[in-house]
């Protein structure tokens, strides 16, 4: 298997533009996370989903961000607008039900918003 | 609600020396427990998970762990650094009940391995 894919690897914005990242899970996997880094607040959970549905998006910031997850590979993680502070590494991850709950992260897509 | 304690944001090792990553967790039942390795740009990759089957876990790269429910921690070791293991490390917990595929991530911590 591939792994988790996620993509762009990079993306640079001004501010005020939508910004869209997208993951593909690894297949088969029910449930997707969506993380967010940086150095002041560590890793933080943004959202889940549970065989495409949202199970928990209390970590998303605000109504500025959306997700979604139209099939079972694939998800968009949107930020519209975009600002400054919206700069981070955003992970994908995904994970088996009936694995003890260990999560496979993708690469990351490094967001820049100028 | 879960949460891991990571000491020490930073440590540093001799190359060949004994690596010890302290990990404390809060929970009232012995939930999954997780150590993640981070090399820079890169995502998080699992190094090794407990699951209640036996208390000291091997991992991958000569890594290990130990489960001790007395002291709720979960410790990581290895025998003998390499420059190679020079990379962020995560402890990690998941939830239980209905939030038992959610994991709390302690705050990290970079491993330096000098030669």
């Known amino acids: 298997d591939a792994g988790v894919i996620q993509s762009p690897r990079h993306e640079v914005t001004e501010m005020g533009q939508e910004v869209t990242l997208r993951c593909k899970p690894i297949?088969?996997?029910?449930?997707l996370f969506w993380y967010r880094q940086t150095m002041m607040r560590g890793l933080e959970l943004l959202i889940y989903?549970?065989?495409?549905?949202?199970?928990?998006d209390s970590g998303m910031p605000e109504d500025r961000f959306s997700a979604k997850m139209p099939n079972a590979s694939f998800s968009t993680l949107k930020i519209q607008p975009s600002e400054p502070r919206d700069s981070a590494v955003y992970f994908c991850?995904?994970?088996?039900?009936?694995?003890?709950?260990?999560?496979?992260f993708g690469p990351g897509t490094r967001l820049t918003v100028t | 609600a879960q949460s891991v304690t990571q000491l020490g944001s930073h440590v540093s090792v001799s190359e060949g020396a004994l690596v010890l990553l302290r990990c404390n967790y809060s929970?009232?039942?012995?939930?999954?427990l997780f150590w993640y390795v981070q090399y820079p740009n890169q995502g998080l990759q699992l190094l090794l998970k407990?699951?209640?089957?036996?208390?000291l876990v091997k991992g991958i790269n000569g890594f290990e762990a130990e489960f001790k429910k007395s002291e709720t921690s979960f410790h990581l070791t290895k025998p003998s650094a390499h420059m190679s293991d020079a990379a962020e490390y995560f402890c990690?917990?998941?939830?239980?009940?209905?939030?038992?595929?959610?994991?709390?991530f302690g705050k990290g911590t970079k491993l330096s391995v000098i030669p």
């Open positions: 990690a917990v998941s939830g239980s009940g209905a939030g038992s595929y959610q994991l709390t």
């Open positions: 929970s009232s039942v012995p939930p999954y």
């Open positions: 407990y699951t209640s089957a036996a208390t």
């Open positions: 989903f549970n065989n495409n549905v949202p199970i928990d």
């Open positions: 297949s088969g996997h029910d449930y």
């Open positions: 991850a995904s994970s088996l039900s009936d694995q003890g709950g260990e999560q496979y």
